[in-house]
């Protein structure tokens, strides 16, 4: 069975509808297929990400301000789907020590192949 482009196209619309909540941590932890939530969760966002759809791929764009999270030092990020219920993804990264005078910006690419 082959799945084609438009069907591609679909699982791609459904998904970026349902990408609604992204959230930083403090874990190291490095991620695997089984997690199902960050390691240590400190700030979650509710806001909708921006988001920009192409042939087959989904741009999600995700923004912590600069007043939120401060004094923290971040290590984690992950984006949730199914009304925050459902951890799509997960990334540790190096320490990212957060201030006011700091945004986070970070893009989740997905690609449907």
């Known amino acids: 069975m082959t799945v084609v482009n438009d069907g591609k196209n679909r699982i791609r ?3 970026s509808a ?7 941590g403090t874990s190291a932890t490095a991620e695997t297929v089984g997690d ?5 969760e400190v700030v979650a966002s509710q806001a909708t990400p921006t988001q920009t759809v192409g042939n087959k ?12 999270g401060n004094g923290t030092t971040f290590k ?3 984006v949730y789907v199914n009304g925050g219920a459902t951890l799509f993804n997960r990334v540790t ?5 957060k201030t006011v005078s700091l945004e986070l910006h970070s ?7």
């Open 13 to 15: 619309d459904l998904l």
């Open 18 to 24: 349902d990408i609604n909540i992204s959230a930083l």
């Open 36 to 40: 199902t939530d960050l390691g240590a």
């Open 57 to 68: 791929i989904v741009n999600s764009k995700h923004i912590l301000l600069s007043t939120v």
């Open 76 to 78: 984690e990020f992950g």
């Open 93 to 97: 990264f190096p320490d990212f020590a």
């Open 107 to 113: 893009t989740t690419v997905i690609r449907i192949n």
